[in-house]
């Protein structure tokens, strides 16, 4: 969609749901020559000639869109209506416009599991937005059934959605969309409802209820610490929510498969982080426990949404018992073509829901998770420190003389030297190879007793260190703005969490995601702080090497590649939850030595996988 028409949308309309309605079912019907006057729903929002304002507003649009040269068809409408959610609500909402060549494969292949297609299928989207997935699953059924539309809108299509605008702009989208295909009816009979999914009794509205055939949908994408307050209550009610801070996305499968017919079929497209977070370590549990027909596609870090950076999957589960899940990692989603799909096929047994699914190369993975003892129990880690406001503490000096660094941040402040501590970036290690060159400065108000970080007490702050005090007082508005205004910090200018406030003497760095085996750095200046990234901390300078050695591997790196969380570009993820399971090898102490001493990489790489027993 042509960038000009977001930005004249989101500059106008915005936040004025039925005004933006009626720009956009004005200039569809007015680009498509569509006659919706005697549909009693659209013609609500045809804007006259009379009114003159608005009639100038969509002059005005309909300017924008024939510079465009777009064809403004059904997509376009689907796209602009889910654009036009205010920026607050889709984060709440997360709300997102799932591709029609997604759609259309979700649709197609869930249907295509079910026995019979015919006149009394039900079929169901949770979290319809504007209900493309309805509007697909619409043309599906009218091909296999000849069911009019206007049938099909009244007896086989079920939406529910949170915000009434969404449920209306699905009225809109649908009711345009059957005119357009030559049906004209004054008024469509829908089952288009607005509800909290986490809660809502589906008993309650649809009489005989015995669980939909077909579930399809985009289950909205809202992180933990995003999700409203109403929504947050509801959660407790779904065991897939019993285990870290789950995401919204994550009770829409229990409640999608609890509302399926037996044999019935659901079909998401969604987050694919389940399979190793903390978060979903229930829903894992979930599926081994009641080990359903479970199909993933696996786009791994190939980003499906524009509007999202999300790394996502498709999932398509049949209410049916199977010993095995079926899994395969495409590149793209122009890689769905066709039905036939050579997935992989792992017994459930197979699958650790505690430590999370390894869902590629399993046998191998699994074989390296099983051996000698898990990393995560002989090395801690650390992430680095949590300001919340890097720009506000974290600084390069313009310059310097005997008692003060001077900070520039908006103007020139001078920092007394001794409130200041060097500094690292260890996620600059997959470029930089030492510290030195990552060092800055950290304004930090902590005095160390027994190697912990005591927050300095706010008049000792004032009287030693005035200038400091002064600066972090002129930014407060700006450190009160953390946690969304709501954080619980011990003074006004305590980081915003208290991790790594402590004394760390042997330290090895390195990233927290990387496209290729990174820089790993050790060092042993225990005053030595660090921010983002990951440090795993030892006894001694030997225990570290021996560490690095291991993580600079050919074998640490494939087990890297095959289970940790891949991002964009190439970049996997060497977070404590990816690397805590590889096992590490009993080794002697004369294998341990020469591990530690061997210089030659490929040598080393020969020997550990022979020990592993395991060849790349």
């Known amino acids: 969609m042509n960038k000009e028409i977001f930005k004249y949308l989101s500059t106008h309309f915005s936040q004025q749901p039925f005004a933006v309605d009626c720009i956009i079912v004005s200039s569809f019907a007015s680009n498509n020559n569509l006659n919706i006057k005697n549909n009693n729903l659209l013609n609500k929002y ?89 509007l697909t699953a619409a043309k599906e059924i009218k091909k296999l059934t000849g069911l009019s539309y206007k049938k099909i809108f009244k007896h086989n299509l079920f939406g529910l959605d949170i915000q009434e605008y969404s449920i209306v702009r699905s009225q809109l989208l649908l009711s345009l969309f059957a005119i357009n295909e030559g049906e004209f009816e004054e008024e469509f009979k829908f089952n288009l409802l607005q509800g909290n999914a986490l809660e809502f009794d589906w008993t309650c509205h649809i009489k005989g209820f015995e669980g939909f055939n077909l579930i399809v949908g985009n ?161 801690k880690t650390r992430n680095g420190i949590a300001t919340l406001k890097n720009g506000i503490y974290i600084f390069d000096p313009i310059d310097e003389d005997e008692d003060y660094y001077y900070l520039k941040n908006g103007k020139v402040y001078p920092i007394e030297k001794g409130i200041c501590r060097d500094i690292v970036n260890p996620n600059k290690l997959t470029r930089i190879d030492e510290v030195n060159s990552l060092k800055r400065k950290v304004i930090f108000p902590y005095s160390f007793k027994n190697k912990k970080a005591e927050l300095l007490p706010d008049l000792d702050f004032k009287f030693a260190f005035p200038k400091a005090y002064q600066y972090l007082k002129s930014k407060r508005n700006i450190l009160d703005s953390r946690d969304k205004g709501k954080g619980d910090y011990e003074q006004w200018y305590a980081f915003g969490r208290n991790q790594s406030l402590e004394k760390l003497k042997y330290k090895l760095f390195f990233p927290h995601i990387t496209p290729k085996i990174p820089n790993y750095v050790l060092n042993s200046n225990e005053t030595l702080l660090f921010y983002n990234g990951i440090a795993a901390i030892g006894k001694d300078e030997s225990e570290l090497r021996f560490l690095e050695k291991i993580m600079s591997s050919r074998l640490f790196w494939f087990y890297i590649t095959n289970s940790s969380k891949p991002y964009g570009s190439g970049y996997f993820s060497l977070s404590r939850n990816y690397i805590k399971n590889f096992g590490i090898y009993d080794f002697s102490d004369k294998e341990y030595d020469y591990i530690v001493n061997e210089k030659d990489s490929e040598r080393l790489d020969r020997f550990l996988e022979s020990k592993y027993e395991v060849n790349l």
């Open 46 to 134: 045809l804007i006259p000639e009379t009114d003159v304002e608005e009639y100038k507003k969509l002059t005005e649009f309909l300017n924008v869109l024939d510079k465009s040269n777009i064809q403004f068809g059904f997509e376009e409408l689907v796209e602009l209506f889910e654009f036009v959610i205010s920026p607050s609500d889709k984060i709440v909402n997360g709300a997102v416009y799932t591709p029609k060549k997604i759609r259309d494969w979700i649709v197609a292949q869930s249907l295509s599991k079910l026995d019979k297609v015919d006149a009394n299928i039900k079929i169901c989207d949770p979290a319809c937005g504007c209900s493309g997935f309805l």
């Open 219 to 379: 289950p909205p994408y809202v992180c933990s610490r995003n999700i409203d307050e109403e929504s947050k209550k509801h959660l407790d009610k779904w065991s897939v929510c019993n285990s870290g801070h789950p995401d919204l996305y994550i009770p829409f499968f229990q409640l999608g498969m609890e509302s399926l017919s037996n044999n019935g079929v659901l079909g998401y497209i969604t987050m694919n982080t389940f399979f190793k977070s903390v978060n979903g370590r229930a829903l894992r549990y979930y599926f081994n426990s009641e080990q359903f027909n479970l199909n993933i596609i696996d786009f791994g870090s190939e980003q499906i949404f524009q509007s999202k950076s999300t790394y996502t999957c498709i999932c398509i589960i049949q209410k049916t018992k199977s010993d095995s899940v079926n899994y395969i990692k495409i590149k793209n989603a122009f890689s769905l073509n066709g039905n036939t799909i050579n997935f992989d096929q792992i017994a459930y047994e197979n699958l650790n829901p505690s430590t999370g699914w390894n869902l590629q190369s399993v046998d191998i993975v699994n074989k390296l998770e099983s051996t000698g003892t898990p990393l995560g129990k002989l090395f």
